[in-house]
């Protein structure tokens, strides 16, 4: 069998296309969401070689008009999840015997191919069915996932060719083998690129996955699984199931093959997840990897010599695109006094302008916002509003409107907190929704133990200033508040590559998404010593006489 030591590819960040008006971008995604709009489509699980259906068959709609369905997916029960394990398991030998090269093909391809033939349609269903713009859709579906794909590449090589140094005589070699047993990917509906991410970094590294996604991201998922299948993935690798969380764990967190958790989702249900698997400990045939990025209550802290315009920029952008469902949305602002009047201005203005103009379908290309995912989600941000409208600590100061009758609409909406500790400063709302505390501007450091002490969590933050001592002072007292930092930017946007993403504290387990820090986790090295001429006599030179 022909041998080699193969160079992959460079890796280079997929270009973000504008989709501005007359370019071809623009006119084949707007043929796509038509086309794929205009059809319900029936979606499968896929387990092993076989596209399983059931009797169970739900509707998927648009959460900015939950009264079209457009698709119907075949939800599955314990019996499934238990077929995805045997699947995973039986594909196990054969895929982790497949030499790296070939792996790396099939991922590469899937890069391409979403580069190209798949774009508008990753893209079109990730509009549909998550209500993204189509510029959030473009740097997630397509753009993120496909830097994922090829960094992710780049970066098994670089942990294959880490190797040892060896004495004269002895030749030590290091090899990375893929975990013993099945990876269980959780995904959410938010980034159709973490969605297609979290089992695909396993299964490069040889690793054989059960995948359950969001319910509310099935469409998109289905979209992700049939450009797998057209990548060359060998069936049985990656197995795609629909089914009830707690069906589904009880099924996967008892079985003894159990062999790691790759999870992007709230923290609650990580840490349950996590006292499950601790609790069941003695079941494994080994220790689970579990690598997880959870939950946030992401902070900008403005010192006094901030730029204004710069900052409101920072909290519409960073608070309300993709209607704040992002696990590093701004959520929490502490602005000082000395600036707040014209930050004010400014927010007021703009979050007026998107109500006004920029609000309704995602189909609508002139819009900048959208709706949230669903009922759920719409009752419980409606909550925080409501709350705040009648708190005396509290109170909504731009936005606050909300309406469910055609899709699940909240406002972009801006609440001033009089108190530092109120609960939408503290509690992750995931929603379009945030909060400022005014601080008095001579008192910077107990704005910095604010944001350090009033939440749990520890993803993203930033800080806007034109004092380089005070960003300097800053962003050492804050080391542990954000796994990304920003200095004069919001606190969105990691590019794989350039910003590897991943929190601390009650946000996740920091193991850096788009990193070869990730992609180490899925891997048990083996050290081998091999002595080319082997001593004979046990006796050592000390032992000679003198």
Not at 167 to 193: K, M
Not at 220 to 234: D, H, I, R, T, W
Not at 518 to 536: C, D, Y
Request: include cysteine; charge should be negative.
């Amino acid at each position: 069998m022909p041998k080699g030591f193969y160079n992959v590819p460079k890796a280079t960040n997929e270009p973000v296309k504008s989709y501005a008006p007359g370019t071809p971008e623009r006119a084949e995604l707007k043929a796509m969401i038509e086309q794929m709009r205009s059809e319900v489509i029936e979606i499968p699980m896929y387990i092993g070689a076989d596209e399983v259906k059931t009797e169970d068959v739900r509707n998927f709609t648009s959460p900015h008009d939950h009264q079209r369905v457009i698709g119907k997916y075949h939800f599955g029960d314990k019996s499934h999840v238990e077929q995805a394990i045997n699947a995973a398991l039986g594909a196990k030998e054969m895929w982790a015997e497949l030499s790296w090269e070939h792996r790396a093909s099939i991922f590469l391809k899937a890069a391409d191919l979403a580069a190209g033939p798949y774009r508008a349609k990753l893209n079109a269903a990730t509009v549909l069915g998550q209500s993204k713009t189509a510029f959030q859709a473009e740097i997630d579906s397509a753009c993120e996932f496909i830097d994922f794909l090829r960094f992710n590449v780049q970066y098994m090589t670089g942990i294959y060719k880490e190797q040892p140094e060896s004495s004269p005589g002895i030749w030590n070699r290091l090899e990375q083998r893929p975990l013993e047993g099945f990876i269980f990917a959780l995904t959410p509906f938010n980034f159709t690129a973490i969605a297609g991410n979290l089992p695909a970094a396993p299964a490069m590294m040889g690793n054989t996955v059960v995948w359950k996604p969001s319910d509310d991201q099935i469409y998109s998922a289905n979209v992700l699984m049939q450009l797998f299948k057209e990548a060359g993935l060998p069936d049985g690798v990656i197995n795609l199931v629909y089914s009830d969380g707690p069906e589904a764990g009880e099924v996967i967190f008892n079985h003894p093959e159990f062999a790691g958790l790759h999870f992007t989702g709230s923290t609650g249900v990580f840490q349950h997840l996590w006292k499950t698997i601790g609790e069941n400990i003695s079941k494994y045939k080994s220790y689970p990897r579990i690598v997880g990025e959870t939950g946030g209550k992401d902070y900008i802290l403005a010192h006094k010599s901030a730029d204004a315009k710069a900052l409101a920029t920072a909290i519409v952008r960073g608070s309300f695109e993709f209607q704040g469902q992002k696990c590093s949305a701004a959520s929490r602002v502490y602005v000082p006094r000395n600036l707040w009047a014209e930050v004010e201005g400014y927010v007021k203005a703009d979050i007026e302008d998107i109500i006004s103009n920029r609000m309704g379908s995602p189909e609508d290309f002139k819009n900048f916002f959208s709706a949230v995912i669903n009922e759920r989600s719409f009752d419980k941000i409606a909550g925080y509003i409501d709350r705040a409208k009648e708190s005396d600590k509290a109170a909504v100061i731009a936005g606050g409107g909300y309406d469910k009758s055609k899709g699940y609409f909240v406002e972009p909406t801006v609440i001033k907190a009089e108190d530092p500790f109120y609960e939408s400063m503290k509690e992750e709302i995931f929603g379009p929704v945030v909060t400022v505390y005014v601080y008095d501007e001579e008192y910077f450091d107990e704005a910095i133990y604010l944001v350090n002490e009033t939440s749990p969590y520890a993803l993203t933050g930033a800080i806007f200033s034109q004092d380089r001592y005070a960003i300097d002072y800053a962003a050492k007292k804050l080391v542990n508040t954000a796994g990304n930092f920003y200095i004069n930017d919001k606190p969105t946007g990691a590019v794989v590559g350039q910003q590897p993403f991943g929190g601390g504290r009650g946000s996740g387990t920091n193991d850096k998404a788009g990193s070869m820090l990730n992609l180490l986790r899925w891997v048990s090295p083996r050290t081998i010593k091999e002595t080319f001429v082997p001593p004979t006599d046990y006796k050592y030179p000390f032992m000679d006489k003198e």
